[in-house]
């Protein structure tokens, strides 16, 4: 991220097998440019050593035999809850968890969080009966309440105990992206009860069933807004056509394929959402014959018959509703401002963002991105080149 005020992440450790991936998020924070610290409770050390966190993050590891060790003349606890700009702890533990929940300091780790004000963001993992139990849940609901703490979703798969359920760890990009969101957002929620329906992907228009009109686009910067608006407290319901990963955990998830088949959950979804963006790179012509068996190579037409497909987001905008706002996108070459902001005002949008798709860095399957994003009385703000999750923070700022 470009904030270069918030680049300090404290990581706890506490006791569970999926210690082992937090690995690869402190490896990939700091590569990233992140400042690293970690401190291991004493159960975590049962299953990774110290030496491990401190190769990676380049720092020494903190276990609780330190805590008696000043750093600066100061003690340690206090030192490193002032020190971080966000604190993970993962994986977070039931034991943990409870002593979170009532202000209990008899580690290193506990005394750090109370000696800081920062967000703290919070990555459980255990077996599924244990995560289910009522303590546990009453506990988890309890820690949410607090102001400064986040979450990441639990996902569900096979255990390391071999229960397939509930209780699994976010995977290691889920964690760095929600702390990349944090960094830059200071963990604020101004999207809290709002539902955000948003696009992403390309649609695919079939001649026969291996056989289709499509477009380069991966969804990479619809997946951003959606963990974006995620991560800022919003309800997310994300329809996506072609995608170049998983939903993310959190997200209310609606996979499409054709054009149709995203008019017709974008306009099942909108009547509730509070912000739409459409995101998607939707198809404009499809064949206009299909063949439900495929064509012989001998049977293919040499000129292909098109028709159009319906104008998504200009359906959208004919019955949008006063509190709602909707936001498109238009990739371009060339000049990109003119055909955007006359496509904004042609079909009554809010804003718009242009997107060269000709420059690189920029555009379909890109990790980075840049654009103009423009309003309806025609303002321009020029978003410079950075990560597709800082692009979709910068314009979530915007809409807000």
Same mark, same amino acid.
């Given at each position: 991220m470009s904030n270069s005020k918030l680049k300090r992440v404290l990581i706890g450790v506490s006791g569970g097998i999926a210690a082992y991936k937090v690995?690869?998020?402190?490896?990939?924070? &700091?590569?990233s440019g992140v400042e690293v610290r970690t401190i291991l409770t004493d159960s975590a050390q049962q299953f990774i050593a110290p030496l491990t966190f401190a190769t990676l993050s380049r720092h020494p590891a903190y276990t609780d035999e330190n805590f008696w060790q000043p750093i600066n003349s100061r003690p340690l606890h206090i030192e490193l809850g002032e020190w971080a700009d966000i604190i993970l702890i993962a994986p977070l533990t039931a034991?943990?968890?409870?002593?979170?929940?009532y202000g209990m300091a008899d580690n290193l780790l506990l005394n750090t969080v109370l000696a800081s004000t920062c967000p703290i963001l919070l990555a459980p993992a255990m077996n599924t009966d244990m995560w289910e139990q009522q303590t546990v849940q009453q506990n988890w609901q309890n820690i949410l309440?607090?102001?400064? &703490?986040h979450d990441t979703k639990t996902a569900e798969g096979l255990l390391a105990c071999d229960r397939v359920g509930a209780g699994r760890m976010a995977e290691p990009q889920e964690i760095v992206t929600h702390v990349q969101s944090l960094l830059k957002t200071g963990g604020k929620r101004d999207f809290t009860a709002k539902k955000v329906l948003i696009s992403a992907g390309g649609t695919r228009e079939y001649l026969d069933p291996v056989r289709f009109i499509g477009n380069p686009a991966?969804?990479?910067?619809g997946l951003s807004l959606a963990q974006a608006a995620l991560?800022?407290?919003a309800d997310v319901t994300l329809v996506c056509g072609a995608v170049s990963w998983g939903i993310p955990l959190g997200v209310r998830g609606i996979k499409v394929e054709t054009s149709e088949q995203m008019r017709s959950q974008m306009l099942q979804y909108y009547g509730d959402a509070d912000v739409i963006i459409m995101s998607a790179a939707v198809a404009d012509v499809k064949p206009r014959e299909y063949s439900v068996e495929k064509l012989p190579k001998k049977a293919l037409p040499e000129a292909l018959a098109l028709e159009s497909v319906g104008d998504i987001i200009a359906e959208l905008a004919s019955c949008k509703q006063q509190h709602q706002k909707l936001i498109g996108f238009a990739a371009q070459t060339g000049?990109?401002?003119?055909p955007a902001y006359e496509k904004l005002q042609r079909k009554n949008l809010d804003a718009i963002v242009a997107n060269p798709i000709d420059q690189i860095g920029s555009g379909f399957g890109s990790d980075t991105n840049k654009a103009i994003y423009i309003d309806k009385q025609g303002k321009e703000v020029e978003i410079p080149m950075c990560s597709k999750l800082e692009m979709a923070h910068r314009i979530l700022d915007l809409v807000a």
């Open positions: 690995c690869e998020v402190v490896s990939t924070l &700091f590569k034991n943990t968890l409870a002593k979170l929940v309440t607090f102001g400064r &703490f991966t969804g990479k910067m991560h800022r407290g000049d990109i401002v003119t």
